[in-house]
């Protein structure tokens, strides 16, 4: 009986010692997001690879409140027992002050879709402008031919949101034809409703069948909204895009309606990267800090059936 | 002079949305002064009216309740989650009802019972459902396999006519009823006129604390229910965006009232100025930073007028 | 001298509050100012204290004349006053507490704490007073408040401490306490202006002794020449009140309160009865719990014991809605904070306690309510627009007498009324004094609460005394005079 139990502690602990860099590692996810579908996803893939791998994980979530999140970063860095924190959908720019006491305590910074400033480690994103590339000169060139009109559905202070502005701010301008109507702030606390009562008041203001070209949302949650109230309002000439991939603007693409196009992002890889860099830098090896990008795809109804789950 | 500012007491508010009606008619006519946006704003409106309310009853034995916000989320989300697990429709929104009707009671107890004051009460208890929510939901929105006959009651239409806009009309006959003209009503207003007199005048005052919480928490409730039916999904903190405005409301609709005191058909009043601002400033394509200044500026001037007009 | 007054007069509405005062006060005396309510005493401590500005006449502090128009500059000249109610900030320990008002001393920018906490506690031990100063005010005890406050007054280098009532709250004990205090702050040169109603402290501590009655200073005389019944004589006119026509005897026993005591200690022991057919009167002195034992008589004030006994049924654990049903009424001293609901109409406010009878299945129907309340108002001759009126828009007698339509609307058998004439003019107040005499005479019973002797004695069959939260002997109200029943609150 001794024996046996000798063995099983000698394989347990050779078990142990092969992924010895993260197990008992105490890691902090923190967002203040995690309403949203999108970081939701992000979060348990990190959490169940993290863990997969022995580490200890806390999510601390603070319902969109940024100066919360920067309270539970100090917090974070004063008691220093974690040993690694990962900013999950969070502009690390808008904490800098209260990252700068992680960096100081040595708590290694990652970002999983959050942006990069000077002293993190590795931020893993899609490259949102790249994202904001995509759809934009998908719409404008593909479903649009080149000319009509455009309302944009932006959240400006989210840090990929903004750059997928950009791009379309940038974009829009090389195209003489095609006309913004006006651009609209969604609010991140019910994007979907509110994007729907902005659009149905939008298309009583022009009203005229053909007056609106394309809705372009910043991110697929006003996307929906928007898709929803063309419905309800019979303008099923509308296109409208949106940014990000989730499951109900995946089956609203499915259904062939007015939302026409969206961009995958590639969740699941940001959460591989950042767990890779990670278990290198526990690890001891050299890694390279900076923006790491996980490459993206565009959904349209050709290649639907790739991301229907 | 003096005519002057009595009429702005008696119709300043009203007179107020009048202008704003005729403003925007005469800026878009086509599209603004129509019947279809009318019928459009009655829906958009129709949510916030609802909460509102709940709002009007707690301010009514003057309190406050700060988690009709919370508490529609967790409405919704609840709601939303036992239409996933396949319970029969039906109950997927009684059973939400009975659970805010509970919770409304323990709030009021706990301001009648121990005198707390009601502004920390609910603050703890938003705070608490909060972490409900989170524990419900992981933090995520709930729109997985929700079963289409779900979306009916936020999406149904009679003729033209949005079942939402109708729910809230009958919703304000029934509260305004309630308020005016019931045993309930009268002594909520007593309560909140002079909470030393309604004692000695032999009310139970704690049990009727605990009714208008608990009738807040349920219109909280069926609001954040119908929120998510409408869109399908519910966020875990969809209610949130309405707790402000909803409030804002109740403060403009005191001003409709002669005596000053939260009733429903101000509440219906300050509602319809703030969505009807929304609807016009979206149709006039002003950006939205200007939209906030321009709500935030006519709250307080609707108030500050029906004070100059007390005076 | 100290502190004279020449010629002081001050009016409200026309009457006079004081009248021609010429009172004075020596370095290191403890002076006694006695009289009955309303004889005139607050509106001088306030004259003094800077909170009233006199109408006539000049205050002189050492001889000089001062200007005396604001609380700072009073305290600053050395008054300090000690009220019932206490100005001490709850939350704040003892130190802050003596320095409120006071600079804060200050080390490098910085409060000096250990400065003021060695400067406080010098002066309480000057003094003998012992308390913890790093309690705080809500912490303290009643005395060791009071104690505080002597302090704080003696942090400003104060010559003329004003006790108000120094003793309400306080036990025997305790007084004692306080007694010792003011005969050292006697003996380091403090004076002391004393105001009581309790004859035994006036002769056990005073020098000498102020009468004021009716806003006059009647006499002022060595504590040590007078005595109790001579002091007393001189507060009072002495008058008999006309004796009360009966059309018959007292009836059955309505209601029967014994050995109450209210749970905030207020009300210490207090016994009534009231019969139907009779007005019983309750007379006290200013803070005896006239006010409270009615209260705790109709279940709004919590019991510490006692029992109440209504139609000779017991009822334990009294509520205002249980108190209405079995026919009580309170027409309250405060009529705004407890009375009446100022934001609702007169309507809304006449129905208030029986609403129930005025609606089915919850909704109230509103055509036999309005007929209820215009009968009602008809019948009281309330003046006022209409039933829809905001009640606080009517006049203090037309809002007293919908107080009483209030009650009215119950069809009540017994009367608890306490100060009911309060505020309310001539005419109104014998509108008042008939409608309780008629009801007493249908077979009600009334207990009739004022701090206006002469009103009491107009209207009262019988008179209970109440002082001190403890009851005292009950008077026939036939042929006694005001004399006889004020030495009777004066010997409690």
Redesign the interface.
Known sequence: MKKIMIVVLVILMTCLSAQAEMTGKQVALMTPY????TT?QM??YLKDDLEAKGAVVTVI?T??DFSLLASRIEDVAISGQTDAIVLVSADPSQVANQLQDAFDAGIPVFGCDSGFIEGMAVNATSDNYQMGELIVHYLFDDLMGGKGTVIALTHRPHPGVVKRCIAFDEIIKDYPDIQL?????V????????A???V???L????EEGSITAIWAAWDEPA??AA?ALK?AGRDEVIVTGVDGN??AVSLVAEDGCLKATVAQNFEGMAAIVVEEMEKLFDGQEIEFGEKYAPATLITLENIEDFLE | MNKLKKVLQAYGTILALIMIVIVFSILRPKSFFTLRNFINISRQISLMVIISIGATLVMSINEFDLSIGSMASLGGVISALMAVAGVPLSLCFICPVLISLIIGWVNGWIVARFSVLSFITTLGMRTVLSGVIYRLTGGATVFQDIPKGYSWLGTFRIGQIPLLSVIMVVFVILFDYVMRHTVLGRRLYAIGGNEETAKISGIRVPFYKNIAFALCAMLSCITGMLIASRVGSANTTAGEGYFLSSYAAVFIGCTVSKKGIPNVIGTLVGCAILGILTNGLTMLQMPTYMQDIITGAIIIIAVIIQKIGKR | MLLQTKHLSKQFNGIYALKDINFSLDSGEVHGLVGENGAGKSTLIKILTGVYTPDEGELLWNGQPVLNNDPIKSRKTGISVIHQERTLVPTFDGVENAYLGLPYPTKGGRIDWKEMRRRVSETASEYGIDIDLNKTAAEMSPPQRTCLEIVRAMMNECSLLILDEPTASLTDKESELLFDIIRRLKQKGTSILYVTHRMDEIFRLTDRISIFKNGEMVERIETGLTDRNSLIAKMTDNWTAESIVRTKEPGKSLLKAEHIRSRDGIVKDACLEVHAGEILGLFGLGGSGRTELLECIYGYRPMAGGTITVADRQIPDMTPEKAIHMGLALICEDRRGKGLIGNLSVRENVILNCLDDYSGNGIVSEEKEKNAVREMVGQLQIKLAGIEQRIIELSGGNQQKAVFAKTLMTHPVIFLCDEPTQGVDVKTRAEIHRLLREEADKGCGIIFVSSDLKEVMEIADRIRIISAGRTGDLLENNGITSRQVLSCCYAM
Do not use: F
């Open positions: 995690l309403g949203s579908v939701n979060v348990e979530n319902n969109n109507i006006t651009e609209q702030h609010p991140a606390e019910q994007p979907i409703n509110d729907q009562t902005i149905e008041n939008l009583l203001a022009n009203a929906i909204g929803q309800e499951q109900q």
